[in-house]
């Protein structure tokens, strides 16, 4: 399959701040995700994919053609930053409507198409509101709703499900699988792996501005789950916990904190861990206060994988 947008020898630095650094990428049609903890790069990288940033070197070709200050391809993309930038007095429908004049639709169309992105998104019953009065959900849904309306080839979404409810999410994730259904390009970002995973199995993990590892959920599964987890329980009977555990071979290492009744146990096999922890709990009665992960976050395996 042609690949869609091609990066070359991507790099971008502000100062003596790296953003991203010597990126080569083909991104083929279908959902491709970019995963990595705050700040890796990915909103960065995706603002030179849509024409925001010049790269300090390398480029982005899409379909062919480079991006940088080439308006023809604006056209074809949509785009859906992390941050918020409206025109708070405007409703919803005026600030979609505004921006579709840009592409060059008149009055009637851009209100149609407008009327579209927002009843996608569920927010037609509020599209008369100013926008300074909805919620950061809506405020959400309404970047997703201008990025679509002129209905684009290419999307590019960076962290759309943030500040959204569970059940926004959803919708949000059945929205983007039929933009797939329908044979665009979608890239996404995100900093949490449930979410990816809910939409594709593409996954790029980038970290530092670089690309850690490419390939489907399943091989970065694998990796992710090679990181050592701390597992942090506070329980009266906390040194008899440990104790338990402590001859079981996926239990790297136990340090206490006497004062507070706690214990932080290091394992590599966190599903054993929690199976034997439950044993425990039904076999002999062990009270547990609280259960905590102390580094149970991207950021935390990523450090790891980058030291391995």
């Not at 995700?33 to 940033?53: C, D, E, Y």
């Not at 329980?233 to 008899?240: D, L, V």
Request: with cysteine.
């Amino acid at each position: 399959m042609t690949a869609v947008i091609e990066a070359r020898n991507l790099s971008r630095w502000y100062g003596n701040v790296l953003g991203i650094s010597e990126i080569n990428l083909q991104i083929e049609p279908g959902i491709t995700a970019l995963l990595g903890p705050n700040g890796a790069g990915k909103s960065t990288f995706m603002k030179i994919v849509t024409g925001q940033l010049k790269p300090n070197l390398g480029q982005v070709r899409i379909y062919g053609q480079s991006v940088w200050n080439n308006r023809h391809l604006f056209r074809r993309l949509g785009f859906c930053p992390e941050g918020d930038a409206f025109y708070e007095e405007l409703n919803g429908l005026e600030f979609l409507v505004g921006l579709l004049s840009l592409y060059g639709y008149d009055k009637q169309e851009g209100q149609a198409r407008a009327e579209r992105a927002l009843e996608l998104v569920e927010l037609k019953e509020v599209s008369r509101r100013p926008i300074r009065s909805y919620s950061r959900g809506m405020r959400q849904r309404i970047k997703i709703a201008q990025a679509i309306a002129h209905d684009p080839e290419i999307l590019i979404l960076d962290e759309p499900l943030s500040g959204l409810d569970p059940l926004g999410k959803r919708r949000i994730i059945k929205l983007v699988k039929e933009f797939r259904e329908a044979g665009k390009t979608i890239v996404v970002s995100s900093h949490v792996l449930p979410e990816v995973e809910a939409m594709t199995s593409e996954i790029i993990l980038i970290h530092h501005g670089k690309i850690l590892a490419r390939g489907d959920i399943h091989f970065i599964r694998e990796l992710l789950d090679s990181h050592p987890h701390m597992i942090r329980i506070k329980s009266p009977q906390f040194r008899e916990l440990a104790a338990r555990l402590a001859a079981e071979d996926y239990v790297l290492n136990i340090s206490f904190e006497p004062e507070v009744r706690a214990v932080t146990l290091e394992t590599h096999h966190r599903d054993r861990f929690f199976n034997r922890l439950n044993e425990l709990v039904l076999e002999e009665g062990l009270d547990l206060e609280e259960i905590t992960s102390p580094d149970d976050n991207l950021q935390a395996v990523f450090d790891y994988l980058v030291e391995r």
